[in-house]
């Protein structure tokens, strides 16, 4: 089993659409948990982190379950603009070090 | 946008020569990383390192060796270039505050051939 699981999509949404991608992680020792986007041949770039209490940043919202172990993002108003990769990130500092394990990423395509 | 350049941005080499990647940052980040990318993998850790001289190996470390002699910079050295090592290599930085951020440098694109 991958140590963090994402479907990898795409999502093909019109315009003005709500989407919600879900990921899974296997450390419940995990700490921290992040969301990333990357576009096509560019540096994954930090979207939000993800907090227990869960947080919105204007059409995006986030939310962590830590029962259950996943992870959510939520992307209101979907703009052309939003077509990326969606990365999911959790931390594991079970060595003593901290290192981030990714998932391998949702594909998002708005479509006009 | 973090302080973090990568050199070269582009590189082609034969199979069996040596490359050295360079990563530089400018924020004094204790913690230095280096991926690679490829389809179907995602991101894979190679070698971390938490401190001046402090490396550890991450998931394919094989084949890769680093060097960290100064904050700023952290080294990825291809010993002896495989076309398997074909890759986008991708530098980071974190810091054990705020929420932990991990922050990328734009992407080393090699091509062994």
């Known amino acids: 089993r991958k140590e963090v699981e994402q479907d990898p999509g795409p999502f093909n949404v019109p315009e003005g659409a709500t989407v919600a991608f879900n990921c899974t992680y296997s450390?419940?020792?995990?700490?921290?948990f992040f969301w990333y986007r990357q576009d096509c041949r560019k540096e994954p770039k930090l979207l939000m982190s993800?907090?227990?209490s869960g947080n919105e940043d204007g059409r995006f919202t986030a939310q962590l379950n830590r029962a259950s172990q996943y992870i959510s993002l939520l992307i209101r108003d979907s703009k052309l603009s939003d077509s990326a990769t969606y990365l999911c990130?959790?931390?594991?500092?079970?060595?003593?070090?901290?290192?981030?394990?990714f998932g391998t990423g949702t594909r998002l395509k708005v479509l006009a | 946008d973090a302080g973090i350049t990568q050199s070269p941005r582009h590189k082609v080499t034969e199979t069996g020569t040596p490359v050295t990647l360079r990563c530089h940052q400018t924020?004094?980040?204790?913690?230095m990383y280096w991926y690679r990318q490829d389809p179907g993998h995602g991101l894979r850790l190679i070698h971390y390192?938490?401190?001046?001289?402090?490396?550890d190996k991450g998931e394919v470390s094989d084949g890769y060796s680093v060097s960290r002699s100064k904050t700023e910079d952290f080294l990825l050295t291809l010993e002896s270039a495989t076309s398997s090592q074909t890759s986008v290599y991708f530098c980071?930085?974190?810091?054990?505050?705020?929420?932990?951020?991990?922050?990328f440098g734009p992407g080393t694109r090699l091509t062994v051939t």
């Open positions: 924020e004094n980040h204790r913690y």
């Open positions: 990130v959790v931390t594991d500092a079970t060595s003593g070090t901290y290192k981030y394990i």
């Open positions: 993800v907090y227990s």
């Open positions: 980071a930085i974190s810091d054990l505050r705020g929420d932990y951020e991990q922050y």
């Open positions: 450390n419940s020792a995990s700490q921290s």
């Open positions: 390192s938490y401190g001046v001289k402090d490396t």
